[in-house]
């Protein structure tokens, strides 16, 4: 997993952003933010995932004006079309579906649930300054981590003077 403190790689890759697929160009983020949140997932619709994602859409992170979230998982750009529209997801959601982002960030897992170059579940911080200010991933994307790594995240946002509500990650709510 990357390091705190190091730089953090820069990235352009497909995205769903706004019922739209766009190319999503992390350095346009990194320099109109205060700070920008890298949410990875091996894939859509992994019920922990999900339940991250959903808490972020819930703490309205997406709606801070000095912070930019993105979620990157390892399926396809027209999963992450299915997958914005049924959780009703405001932040983009990019398609690393051979595993780039996730092995410049070093979160590449060995092999999931029977594929290799997929990403780890992991949560990162990024400041405007391309520090990278907080970096945690889960064993398995299936745990339950006590707090979730979007949890983790708030105290290195809020130490960057960018105000949010900590997200309530609920595992057993049912995501409808």
Known sequence: MIDVGVKAPDFIAPAVSEGTGVELELYRLVEN??????????ATFVPSCT????????????DTRDLAVVAVTGDSLFSGFAYAD??????????????GVAESYDLLAESWEGHS????????VIDDDWTV?????????L???EPAPVEAA???????????DTPRVAYDRTLG
């Open 117 to 124: 170059e997929i990403s780890r579940r992991a949560t990162v």
């Open 133 to 141: 200010r907080f970096a945690e991933a889960t064993a398995d994307a």
């Open 86 to 99: 049924r959780f009703d997801l405001p932040f983009p959601i990019v398609s690393d579906f051979h595993g």
């Open 51 to 62: 339940a991250a994602f959903v808490a972020l859409r819930d703490a309205g992170w997406h």
């Open 33 to 42: 933010h205060r700070a920008v949140v890298l949410s990875f997932a091996p």
């Open 154 to 164: 708030t105290e290195p946002l809020r130490e960057l003077g960018v105000d949010v």
């Open 143 to 145: 745990d339950r981590a």
